[in-house]
Nanobody
């Protein structure tokens, strides 16, 4: 089992930056691919960014390419969010799944482990 805890969310104005963190604990000795998803009010949870267990491969949703950057350490994953827009407002969730070092997982049902989410609100 892996436990995930997100942090770093908040209320910010459009145009500023924010960095989210996801701390993993438990059986973190295995190789885990990780990802960020978000869910806006009244909408489905959608893919934001993902990173392979090796940290070499990444993927981004078109809506955040060029503005968000995903990275990771041994047991922590980050999402650097620049030039935030009101449409980025959502609850952001981190997720983890055992995977080979080269796989990037972009579909939510590929992830068995989820955090509780952190709220990001961007005002115009």
């Amino acid at each position: 089992q892996v436990q995930l805890v997100e942090s770093g969310g908040g209320l910010v104005q459009a145009g500023v930056s924010l960095r989210l963190s996801c701390a993993a604990s438990g059986r973190t000795g295995s190789a885990y691919a990780m990802g960020w998803f978000r869910q806006a009010p009244g909408k489905d949870r959608v893919f934001v960014a993902a990173i392979s267990s090796s940290g070499v491969y990444t993927a981004y949703a078109d809506s955040v390419k060029g503005r968000f950057t995903i990275s990771r350490g041994a047991n922590t994953m980050y999402l650097q969010m620049n030039s935030l827009k009101p449409e980025d407002t959502a609850v952001y969730y981190c997720a983890a799944s055992q995977a080979s070092p080269f796989r990037v997982l972009v579909v939510s049902n590929e992830y068995p482990y989820w955090g509780q989410g952190t709220q990001v609100t961007v005002s115009s």
